[in-house]
């Protein structure tokens, strides 16, 4: 039996939700918000006061250190990677590359995803300065070089023979650095020329800006050693822009309690599904940890007789939409606002409609998102003088009951939701709709609304089966978030879906699923030899990622019989894409293998 307080988080774009079991066994959530500067700096800290406070009868006053002899663990998900990258509010950094590739993020692979756009709008790039380094290394036998100049020559980490085309001078990277330093940039990413395989070059920059006093160094060779460049230095890039506003934020939430959370099991959910320390938490690996939690939470909890199901996870900012078959569905290369990340991830389709997603009469037609009244200042009902929103619409049809919503609004923090404010903001638009000459009840006015937001919502459903060749309407939709239920129906009947599944947790069931989920740690390494001809090595360095695994895991606390293994194989034919393939399944050409370890702590 339990003895502590063991508490899951998810802390959204605009609530934070917080699921909790007691030591009688008893299980209990709550839900803030995830903004209120007047009434607190941080909404899980805050949380996790009022529930200990609650429960323990003792006082914990608000403003003082949390003291932590009650809890057990903390699992949380945040969106702070997510906002932080959508909204390009990250770290100031610097891009160290080879030299005569400055620009090559930017020219990036040349796609365009919107092909009849007029205007092309090339993505913000994440690095404020870029710094050339005069370093080369190459295949040996790729060109002529080689047999007219004599080069040293070196052993990649998968075997193939390197050439060192330039040697590095150390005095010349610090005084590139230095420069950098003195414009206060205090976070470098360092992407090399075939350094997935060789990553000696990174590990010497990386050692001279340590020791000049950059705080945070992304090498790619670490982030993610996998071939082509692009999309590895995105990764990098996005790794240092965004791992010191989680470190950051990390920091501000341990000094919420006694002793910085020393002693105390905290765990971050990760991209893929997986938790992990919170000193391991980076940039690169969480940018869908809420969405991810959501995920584990319908995967381990829908009851769906054999049907796949599609989550259905509504909250208010956005809406994420995913699919479960009986195993988690990964990605391992997504585009990201305009970035190419190269990370295992969750298959997760997200869609800028939620129950703060702004609603406005424009040009004659009803526009809902992509703008979010967020949770500060919120929906009009939120009393903070707040926009007009999807909530607005539910709360206007009788769809949202305010007794039943948690009251938390009003300068006291322990008031219902406002319907009149709401229904007045409606009767303003309903003035501008009939301007434009039609005469709309408010009624129609909202429900209009939510069937433009319906629409959008579907897109994305729609996107991750029909267009993979699924029947949608073979699929149990599993309903949560906390505005799922008001638009579940609507969304099933538009898309023939005949069951809904709603978890006793629907509200809160990322926060539920964080407390379902395993711990994982991951291994891999790039190898260029044939499959077939390659069984024996294969199995040799599978073997040596696995005790890596189970050491990590093991220093965790960890015994190998809690432990098991996940193997893959991103395997990439001569003219093909990589794809993801099950070792053992009989395929031919490199592959680029990935080790995963999962612990089953629920």
């Known amino acids: 039996m339990e003895t502590k307080y063991n508490f899951a988080i998810d802390r959204g774009g605009t609530f934070t939700d917080i699921y909790v079991r007691c030591p009688t066994g008893r299980e209990r959530s709550i839900k803030l918000l995830s903004v209120d500067p007047e009434n607190y700096s941080d909404a899980p800290t805050e949380g996790i006061r009022r529930i200990l406070e609650e429960e323990t009868g003792v006082s914990y006053p608000r403003g003082v250190p949390v003291e932590t002899s009650k809890i057990g663990w903390i699992r949380m998900g945040t969106t702070v990677a997510t906002n932080a990258l959508l909204e390009r509010k990250g770290e100031k950094m610097a891009l160290v590359i080879t030299d005569g590739f400055e620009d090559l993020l930017y020219i990036g692979n040349q796609s365009r995803p919107k092909i009849f756009d007029l205007k092309i709008q090339m993505p913000e790039m994440l690095y404020s300065e870029v710094v050339s380094i005069n370093e080369r290394v190459i295949l040996k036998g790729d060109s002529q070089i080689d047999e007219e100049r004599s080069l040293r020559e070196v052993t990649a980490a998968n075997g193939e023979q390197l050439l060192i085309l330039k040697e590095l001078d150390i005095s010349e990277v610090r005084s590139k650095l230095n420069k950098v330093y003195s414009n206060g940039i205090r976070s470098l990413a360092i992407v090399f020329m075939h350094s997935y395989i060789y990553d000696d070059h990174e590990k010497k920059i990386a050692a001279v800006a340590r020791e000049i006093g950059f705080t945070h160094v992304s090498m790619s060779s670490e982030i993610m050693p996998m071939v082509r460049i692009v999309p590895r230095g995105d990764t990098a890039s996005a790794d240092a822009y965004l791992t010191p506003a989680i470190s950051s934020y990390l920091r501000g939430f341990s000094r919420g309690f006694k002793d910085n959370l020393q002693g105390i099991q905290v765990m971050f959910m990760q991209s893929d599904g997986g938790l992990t320390p919170m000193d391991t938490f980076t940039g690169s690996r969480a940018i869908v940890s809420g969405p991810a939690g959501g995920v584990v939470g319908y995967a381990k909890t829908t009851q769906s007789e054999g049907q796949p199901v599609i989550g259905f996870d509504m909250g208010g900012t956005s809406t994420d ?10 990605v391992f290369e997504s585009t990201i606002s305009g970035l190419s990340i190269q990370a295992p991830q969750l298959d997760i389709n997200t869609v800028a ?5 702004a609603l406005q009469f424009r040009a004659g037609l009803f526009v809902v998102g992509p ?10 009902c939120y009393r903070k003088g707040g926009y007009l929103a999807v909530t607005d619409a539910n709360l206007a049809l009788g769809r949202i009951l305010p007794e039943y919503f948690p009251k938390i609004f009003g300068e006291s923090e322990d008031q219902p939701l406002d319907l009149e404010a709401s229904r007045l903001k409606f009767k303003e638009v309903q003035n501008q709709v009939k301007e434009s000459g039609k ?31 699924y029947d949608t309407s ?14 579940a129906c609507a969304i099933a009947k538009t898309l023939g ?5 709603i978890h006793r947790y629907a509200g809160i069931l990322s926060a539920y699923g964080m407390a379902l989920a395993d711990v994982v740690h991951e291994e891999q390494e790039p190898c260029s030899k044939p499959y077939e001809d390659s069984f024996d090595h294969i199995d040799q360095r599978l073997e040596t990622l696995k005790k890596k695994c189970r050491q990590v895991l093991q220093n965790q606390g960890f015994s190998p019989n809690q ?8 395997y990439l034919h001569k003219a093909l894409n990589r794809v993801p393939a099950p070792h053992g399944q009989h395929q031919q050409g490199p592959y680029h293998k990935q080790k995963e370890c999962q612990h089953n702590g629920g």
Not at 321 to 330: D, K, L, P
Not at 353 to 357: E, I, K, T, V
Not at 563 to 570: I, P, Q
């Open 321 to 330: 939409v995913s699919r479960y078959a009986g195993s988690f569905e990964h």
């Open 353 to 357: 409609a939620g129950g703060g997603s």
């Open 371 to 380: 703008e979010s009244a967020g949770a500060h200042p919120g929906p009009v």
């Open 439 to 469: 005469i709309m009840s408010l009624e129609e006015l909202a429900m209009g609304f939510l069937e433009v937001a319906n629409e959008a919502m579907c897109r994305p459903i729609r996107e991750i089966t029909q267009a993979k060749g």
């Open 474 to 487: 073979k699929h149990v939709l599993a309903c949560f978030g906390g505005a799922g239920g008001q638009h």
């Open 497 to 501: 879906m005949k069951n809904i599944f």
């Open 563 to 570: 432990m098991t293994m996940e193997v893959y194989l991103n």
